[in-house]
């Protein structure tokens, strides 16, 4: 089941609370049952249907062959949603770029309540598909280069509020998780200007992120990551590095020239 605070009056409704845990838990577990969700849910099957019944006619929840999965509404949403992300807006273009000079894939990221969300990816001819990065999945900012970029430029209370809420979570034994630890990275990290994922994410995969700075602080990253094997030495320490700050720097740019227009 869903863990969740519990709503009251004031926090919020918990018809929406159920319908959201309806839609989280066919997402995680897959075409269910009315039966099968009420159980993990804990609810009746007639308060499931219930919910189901006004999902499937918004078209955020189909069902077929007596089970219930999400629509393809939600994906309609998801796209329209990135249009609203000048990292996105300004980012895509670069990145491709990034991508077709290295072959390797590029990401762009975003942070939504202390965790982080890729909002595009793309990849060069010898780009390979690790599995452990995909579009619109989120992360603790600690297990990825661009995770600890944004970390980098949090204040003091903002980074204690996140590390508290989000914990320190290793996805390879490589993953920092040790606060003190990380702390010094994320000094390192400040005085380069870049961050690396040295197999943190993924064992295999190694890569580089820069911040891309928006008039009124950072606005996302964009890294580039790819099998350690042939991402090391000055390849790893010094080129890609300066080739993702100087794609970091051009959707700068873009977004702020943008920005000045607007005014």
Same mark, same amino acid.
């Given at each position: 089941?869903?863990?969740?605070? =519990?709503?009251?009056?004031?926090?919020?409704?918990?018809?929406?609370?159920?319908?959201?845990?309806?839609?989280?838990?066919?997402?995680?577990?897959?075409?269910?049952?009315?039966?099968?969700?009420?159980?993990?849910?804990?609810?009746?099957?007639?308060?499931?249907?219930?919910?189901?019944?006004?999902?499937?006619?918004?078209?955020?929840?189909?069902?077929?062959?007596?089970?219930?999965?999400?629509?393809?509404?939600?994906?309609?949403?998801?796209?329209?949603?990135?249009?609203?992300?000048?990292?996105?807006?300004?980012?895509?273009?670069?990145?491709?770029?990034?991508?077709?000079?290295?072959?390797?894939?590029?990401?762009?990221?975003?942070?939504?309540?202390?965790?982080?969300?890729?909002?595009?990816?793309?990849?060069?001819?010898?780009?390979?598909?690790?599995?452990?990065?995909?579009?619109?999945?989120?992360?603790?900012?600690?297990?990825? =280069?661009?995770?600890?970029?944004?970390?980098?430029?949090?204040?003091?209370?903002?980074?204690?509020?996140?590390?508290?809420?989000?914990?320190?979570?290793?996805?390879?034994?490589?993953?920092?998780?040790?606060?003190?630890?990380?702390? =010094?990275?994320?000094?390192?990290?400040?005085?380069?200007?870049?961050?690396?994922?040295?197999?943190?994410?993924?064992?295999?995969?190694?890569?580089?992120? =820069?911040?891309?700075?928006?008039?009124?602080?950072?606005?996302?990253?964009?890294?580039?990551?790819?099998?350690?094997?042939?991402?090391?030495?000055?390849?790893?320490?010094?080129?890609?590095?300066?080739?993702?700050?100087?794609?970091?720097?051009?959707?700068?740019?873009?977004?702020?020239?943008?920005?000045?227009?607007?005014?």
């Amino acid at each position: 089941m869903p863990n969740h605070p =519990a709503d009251d009056e004031q926090t919020g409704i918990k018809s929406v609370d159920t319908s959201l845990d309806i839609v989280e838990t066919l997402t995680t577990e897959g075409p269910m049952t009315i039966t099968e969700l009420a159980e993990v849910l804990d609810r009746s099957p007639s308060n499931v249907l219930a919910h189901l019944r006004t999902l499937e006619r918004r078209g955020f929840a189909v069902k077929e062959n007596d089970r219930y999965r999400p629509g393809l509404r939600y994906y309609e949403v998801g796209n329209s949603i990135k249009e609203n992300y000048p990292l996105y807006v300004h980012g895509t273009d670069p990145a491709d770029d990034l991508a077709a000079e290295t072959g390797e894939y590029v990401w762009l990221m975003v942070v939504e309540q202390g965790l982080g969300y890729y909002l595009y990816k793309t990849g060069g001819e010898d780009a390979v598909e690790s599995g452990a990065y995909t579009t619109g999945s989120r992360w603790r900012l600690n297990a990825t =280069a661009s995770g600890k970029v944004v970390l980098a430029h949090m204040d003091e209370d903002e980074l204690d509020d996140v590390l508290e809420t989000h914990g320190l979570h290793s996805m390879t034994p490589n993953t920092i998780a040790d606060r003190d630890a990380l702390e =010094a990275e994320l000094e390192t990290v400040r005085e380069q200007g870049f961050a690396r994922d040295r197999e943190e994410a993924a064992v295999g995969i190694r890569g580089v992120a =820069a911040p891309v700075r928006g008039l009124d602080g950072v606005i996302g990253t964009v890294s580039l990551s790819g099998p350690a094997s042939r991402i090391e030495g000055e390849y790893f320490e010094s080129t890609l590095p300066q080739l993702v700050t100087e794609t970091a720097d051009i959707i700068r740019i873009k977004h702020n020239g943008a920005r000045a227009v607007d005014r």
